[in-house]
């Protein structure tokens, strides 16, 4: 199946490393101290999208879901209670859905006090009537929330990649050779383009081979770690990339 990534939302501007896992970020962004308060950071940047996207569908106002999900980011980050979050019960993916949830429950709950100036004023929450109609056309919250996660882990794999790339001295050869692994250059000339490295078609194509088995396998360690410990990574990569289907 070819990645969607020929256009891919812009990588998260984060100092997230892409060796540090992800509960390891979130073991971190529980302590009460700046180091802390970073990683808490640098785990809202890296996973602002999917939170919008499904905030998007469920209040089907994109200027109120980029509202509502600064306002959740900013709950996050100036919360004095530590983020309750524990690897052993899941997948990071699902806490992360179940926080924002919550959070547009009971900013919902308190609507009568927002309206009043008490708070948020997102006009999308104000409206019963807008949300009680689902536009069967467009895919569910959690539906949206699933393929942007899957877009998120796949761009910060390929940018992990480029990394990795570019410390070897080869980022103007992956960026030759990224659209053979995104699905884009199927039909593509490898030969002009075999020239045009100093190589012949037999060494680019084995150097797509190497390129593709190692993005698969930075997928997987990314993947690893947003799950808890005896999260299968083989089925996760199948729910994640189904999501990427058109239909």
Same mark, same amino acid.
């Given at each position: 199946?070819?990645?969607?990534?020929?256009?891919?939302?812009?990588?998260?501007?984060?100092?997230?490393?892409?060796?540090t896992?992800?509960?390891?970020?979130?073991?971190?962004?529980?302590?009460?101290?700046?180091?802390?308060?970073?990683?808490?950071?640098?785990?809202?940047?890296?996973y602002?999208?999917?939170?919008?996207?499904?905030?998007?569908?469920?209040?089907?106002?994109?200027?109120?879901?980029?509202?509502?999900?600064? /306002?959740?980011?900013?709950? %996050?980050?100036?919360?004095?209670?530590? =983020?309750?979050?524990?690897?052993? !019960?899941? +997948?990071? #993916?699902?806490?992360?859905?179940?926080?924002?949830?919550?959070?547009?429950?009971?900013?919902?709950?308190?609507?009568?006090?927002?309206?009043?100036?008490?708070?948020?004023?997102?006009?999308?929450?104000?409206?019963?009537?807008?949300?009680?109609?689902?536009?069967?056309?467009?895919?569910?919250?959690?539906?949206?929330?699933?393929?942007?996660?899957?877009?998120?882990?796949?761009?910060?794999?390929?940018?992990?990649l480029?990394?990795?790339?570019?410390?070897?001295?080869?980022?103007?050869?992956?960026?030759?050779?990224?659209?053979?692994?995104?699905?884009?250059?199927?039909?593509?000339?490898?030969? /002009?383009?075999?020239?045009? %490295?100093?190589?012949?078609?037999?060494s =680019?194509?084995?150097?797509?081979? !190497?390129? +593709?088995? #190692?993005?698969?396998?930075?997928?997987?360690?990314?993947?690893?770690?947003?799950?808890?410990?005896?999260?299968?990574?083989?089925?996760?990569?199948?729910?994640?990339?189904?999501?990427?289907?058109?239909g």
């Open positions: 199946m070819s990645l969607p990534l020929s256009r891919p939302h812009s990588p998260p501007q984060t100092s997230f490393c892409f060796h896992t992800r509960w390891s970020h979130v073991c971190r962004a529980q302590a009460d101290s700046e180091d802390g308060k970073r990683a808490l950071a640098d785990l809202c940047d890296a602002y999208e999917p939170v919008v996207s499904w905030l998007r569908c469920e209040l089907r106002d994109a200027d109120a879901a980029r509202e509502a999900s600064h /306002a959740f980011f900013a709950y %996050l980050l100036g919360s004095e209670t530590p =983020l309750a979050a524990d690897r052993q !019960r899941g +997948r990071f #993916r699902s806490y992360l859905l179940g926080a924002v949830k919550h959070f547009l429950s009971n900013h919902r709950a308190l609507g009568q006090s927002i309206k009043r100036g008490g708070g948020l004023t997102w006009s999308a929450l104000e409206n019963d009537e807008t949300r009680a109609v689902a536009d069967a056309t467009q895919p569910s919250p959690d539906a949206a929330f699933d393929r942007q996660w899957a877009l998120t882990l796949l761009g910060l794999t390929l940018e992990g480029r990394q990795e790339c570019a410390a070897e001295g080869r980022a103007l050869e992956f960026d030759k050779l990224q659209p053979w692994l995104t699905g884009d250059a199927d039909h593509g000339d490898q030969g /002009a383009l075999a020239v045009e %490295l100093g190589m012949n078609l037999n =680019l194509k084995s150097q797509i081979r !190497r390129l +593709r088995s #190692r993005f698969r396998t930075l997928l997987k360690l990314q993947i690893a770690a947003t799950l808890n410990e005896g999260g299968s990574v083989e089925e996760e990569m199948a729910v994640l990339l189904a999501t990427l289907r058109p």
